[in-house]
């Protein structure tokens, strides 16, 4: 379930929404309620060594991708 980072285009209040499906409508603005809303582009979490030990270092996963 993707989260999503929304402008409010009447007063520019920035604010994250957890959409469940592709067809739920464009979100209000929390602070002033309007409905003209932009859809920001955000940062994506990308795990490049393996997993996070979670004393600073990385293991490798359990299985290798094929290919």
């Not at 999503?4 to 602070?31: N, T």
């Not at 600073?56 to 996963?61: A, I, N, V, Y």
Request: charged share 20%; aromatic share 6%; proline share 12%.
């Amino acid at each position: 379930m993707p989260i999503y980072e929304y402008q409010c285009k009447a007063c520019c209040h920035c604010f994250e929404v957890l959409l469940l499906s592709a067809g739920d409508p464009s979100p209000q603005c929390p602070e002033c309620r309007c409905a003209d809303v932009e859809k920001l582009m955000s940062a994506a979490c990308i795990r490049s060594r393996g997993i996070p030990t979670g004393s600073g270092g990385f293991k490798e996963p359990p299985c290798k991708p094929s290919g």
